[in-house]
């Protein structure tokens, strides 16, 4: 896994590493950095359930129990069409939170943008064993719930 991990990171033109000072949602945070720079970060590859979803309060705690008030290490080489950074987030020793998101089932594996196939496995994982918001009847994944 470390090696596809790697093969990720490697795609990746820059990193910032710096400490998370707030949560807005299960794939968003903001991050300072050593020189006092604020950084709007949207975690790479997953999108966790929008507010009034099921599951999208349970995904802001994990967000925040997993990288609040600690030091994290973005890779990333874009940002989004609201000026986020798009990135790998790296934490706790090299968890990556893409993945831990993923495992607990409290995101979608973003594959409009991601075609990552270890990615796609942890949520396959999860759904099978009916974690986080695979034990809902009928998850409405959040690019269709903000259709709506």
Same mark, same amino acid.
């Given at each position: 896994?470390?090696?596809?991990?790697?093969? =990720?990171?490697?795609?990746?033109?820059?990193?910032?590493?710096? !400490?998370?000072?707030?949560?807005?949602?299960?794939?968003?945070?903001?991050?300072?950095?050593?020189?006092?720079?604020?950084? =709007?970060?949207?975690?790479?590859?997953?999108?966790?359930?929008?507010?009034?979803?099921?599951?999208?309060?349970?995904? !802001?705690?994990?967000?925040?129990?997993?990288?609040?008030?600690?030091?994290?290490?973005?890779?990333?080489?874009?940002?989004?069409?609201?000026? =986020?950074?798009?990135?790998?987030? !790296?934490?706790?020793?090299?968890?990556?939170?893409?993945?831990?998101?993923?495992?607990?089932?409290?995101?979608?594996?973003?594959?409009?943008?991601?075609?990552?196939?270890?990615?796609?496995?942890?949520?396959? =994982?999860?759904?099978?064993?009916?974690?986080?918001?695979?034990?809902?009847?009928?998850?409405?994944?959040?690019?269709?719930?903000?259709?709506?």
């Amino acid at each position: 896994m470390c090696f596809l991990f790697c093969l =990720r990171i490697a795609a990746q033109s820059n990193s910032i590493e710096g !400490k998370v000072v707030a949560i807005t949602d299960g794939d968003t945070f903001k991050l300072i950095t050593k020189d006092s720079t604020l950084y =709007r970060i949207r975690v790479a590859n997953i999108d966790c359930p929008e507010r009034k979803q099921p599951f999208s309060k349970r995904a !802001k705690q994990f967000t925040s129990q997993a990288i609040f008030g600690d030091t994290v290490l973005v890779m990333y080489d874009k940002k989004d069409r609201y000026g =986020r950074i798009i990135g790998f987030v !790296k934490y706790d020793n090299g968890r990556d939170l893409s993945e831990e998101l993923l495992k607990n089932g409290l995101a979608w594996h973003f594959i409009k943008y991601s075609k990552d196939k270890t990615l796609q496995a942890l949520e396959d =994982r999860a759904k099978i064993n009916k974690i986080g918001l695979w034990s809902e009847n009928n998850p409405i994944a959040p690019w269709d719930w903000r259709k709506n």
